[in-house]
């Protein structure tokens, strides 16, 4: 009998862990192109009694101490032969500084300049050979507010999962009481015979896999051909193809902008909609303003692979557990109030169909080819460039992250502002994702330069999208979802 998923039956079990299929895929599907990695930008308050030139100290010794408390950070990859997915193992000599760097802006030190700093970070990869995460300390902005910058491999979290795995760090009031730490165990490496032993038994679970998967897939498949006529609901691989939906480049650069919480709250209400689906739409309007201007704005909707949560409380906090939808963002539709109700109805259909048949869709995908197959394809993918000539999974990803609604503190800095970074897939040069903190809600926009050359123009829509549906706004308590 096969021990349970993510365990192990022999003497170190407590030392190694097995990523789930979904996260070896992740690890797979990465090519110089292609860099699956979550970063985040926290602009801090620093604490006024701390000297600017003690910032990267007492930072750096915050995340030394806090870091026992956070297991991803001391767990590093350890491949193994066969079919077998890798396993997380302790790492035995941690060395915090080899992940800590520091970085400097150019004058003027604002959002644009950290976002040019936050590009070009994105845009390295994460070494194999340690524990896949980094953290990057940038001087003060010209408001005196700093940043640092959190980078992590998207197999190692998700974005519902991030904040919480990272909460060890943060504290709930300035000057918090010292946290006990518990002693790290003693770390372990898996034997030549548990690694043999590992070889035979991740054949037979890939399998078991395959066979619980395939006709899930297969049902799915079906289920969207029956459904291909539904005008609300999008599918993959249907999406008009524009001048970022092609073959990424290593290169990226990323954009910055935010819009009070108050003013999405007050416009949800007026017309009905859910905050989710209202940002969907507010990201609707900036996208077709910003095709409008370049003469690109297509006759139909566009798609958006939407990330859905599928994580429940007793889930462990750190790994992948998100499946995906799809939604048609209506950026042919000129009146505002009725972009909102066309994105409440397709994100109607995109639930009902994901309720049906979605869930666990991106882990039985990933469990029907064999592990060692997957980084091969994508590379010949990313080699051929075939993006440029196979239609396109989708126009763009767009992501939509809970964020506190109460203060953080780092070390007696007060947290400020949470600004995301989502990685970008191939044939979609462009990711939109959002994060609500206290009273801001913040977009992060990364592209692939290259194939979308001016993000700022398009990060700068957002508020005129968001003011295009205040002006339009019902104001006598009717809403304009009658009108669609």
């Known amino acids: 009998m096969l021990p349970p998923r993510g365990t192990f039956s022999y003497a170190a079990r407590m030392a190694a862990e097995y990523l789930s299929t979904l996260d070896a895929a ?15 930008v ?74 040019r700093v936050a590009g070009d970070i994105a845009s390295r990869p994460l070494r194999r050979d340690r524990p896949l995460w980094e953290m990057w300390l ?46 790290h165990p003693e770390p372990h490496r898996l034997t030549v015979a548990d690694q043999a032993r590992e070889s035979i038994r991740g054949s037979v679970r890939w399998a078991r896999d395959f066979a619980r998967s395939a006709p899930r897939v297969a049902s799915t ?69 910003y095709l409008m201007d370049r003469d690109e704005l297509p006759d139909r909707p566009l798609v958006a692979a939407i990330p859905v949560s599928e994580r429940t409380l007793e889930d462990a906090t750190g790994g992948n557990r998100f499946s995906t939808m ?34 666990e869709l991106l882990q039985s995908l990933a469990s029907i080819l064999p592990p060692k197959t997957i980084a091969p394809a994508m590379h010949a993918v990313s080699a051929l460039h075939l993006a440029d000539r196979l239609p396109p999974l989708a126009n763009l990803m767009i992501s939509n992250v809970r964020g506190p609604d109460f203060p953080l503190w780092i070390a007696g800095g007060r947290v400020s502002q949470m600004l995301p970074m989502g990685p970008l897939i191939e044939g979609m040069g462009l990711n939109i994702t959002v994060v609500s903190y206290l009273d801001t809600v913040s977009f ?13 123009q398009l990060a700068g829509y957002i508020d005129d999208a968001v003011a295009e549906l205040e002006k339009a706004t019902p104001r006598n308590g009717s809403t304009p979802f009658a009108r669609a």
């Not at 992060?444 to 700022?456: K, T, Y």
């Open 26 to 40: 992740l690890l797979s599907l990465e090519t110089e192109a292609q860099q699956l990695n979550i970063l985040a």
């Open 42 to 115: 926290l602009l801090i308050e620093p604490d006024p009694d701390i000297h600017r030139e003690d910032h990267y100290r007492v930072a750096r010794d915050r995340i030394e101490s806090r870091l026992p408390l956070v297991p991803m950070g001391s767990r590093r990859l350890q491949t193994l032969p066969g079919l077998s997915n890798p396993v997380w193992t302790d790492e035995p000599d941690l060395a915090v500084d080899s992940h800590l760097h520091q970085a400097l802006l150019a004058p003027p030190k604002d959002l644009q300049a950290l976002g």
């Open 138 to 183: 940038v001087d003060e902005l010209e408001d005196g507010r700093v940043a640092v910058i959190c980078k992590v491999h998207h197999a190692v979290l998700d974005g519902a999962s991030g904040i919480e795995s990272l909460a060890p760090f943060f504290d709930l009031e300035p000057h918090a009481p010292p946290v006990v730490v518990p002693p």
């Open 221 to 289: 498949l079906v289920r969207a051909v029956q459904r291909a006529g539904d005008p609300d609901l999008a599918l993959p691989l249907t999406a008009p193809r524009l001048p970022f939906n092609r073959a990424l480049t290593p290169r990226r650069t990323v954009e910055f902008t935010s819009v009070e919480l108050s003013r999405l709250k007050e416009i949800r209400r007026a017309y009905g909609a859910t905050l989710n689906d209202l940002l969907i739409a507010v990201c609707a309007g900036a996208l077709r303003l």
């Open 326 to 359: 799809f939604y048609a963002i209506p950026v042919h539709i000129e009146d505002p109030g009725e972009r909102v109700a066309a994105t409440t109805r397709s994100a109607a259909a995109a639930k009902n169909f994901y309720e049906q048949s979605g869930h």
């Open 444 to 456: 992060g926009f990364q592209v692939c330069p290259d194939l979308l050359p001016d993000v700022a």
